[in-house]
């Protein structure tokens, strides 16, 4: 997983059947390729972990390949998460 200049999210495949990103499934891809994200997200951050990804941007927290979450809807759930 990388970021472009322009802010895009690169990365090797999104998820499969089971929701795994390719690596952690055995997948592997030869060329990376733009994250179907909408257009008007500009990634600032990523990272990635043998089994995690996540990547931060302005309005949108996207993670693991299936969730786009408004931010503050994102940390809603973490400070909810927290909580218990």
């Given at each position: 997983?990388?970021?472009s ?21 055995g ?26 990804c ?31």
């Open positions: 997983m990388a970021t200049e322009s802010g895009k999210l690169i990365t090797c495949g999104s998820t499969d059947d089971l929701g795994q990103s390719y690596v952690t499934s997948k592997h891809c030869e060329t990376p390729e733009p994250f179907p994200l909408p257009p008007e997200v500009c990634v600032q951050k990523a990272e990635a972990g043998w089994d995690h996540v990547a931060r941007a302005m309005k949108f927290i996207h993670g693991d390949g299936r969730n786009v979450y408004p931010q503050e809807e994102c940390l809603d759930k973490w400070k909810e998460i927290r909580a218990k």
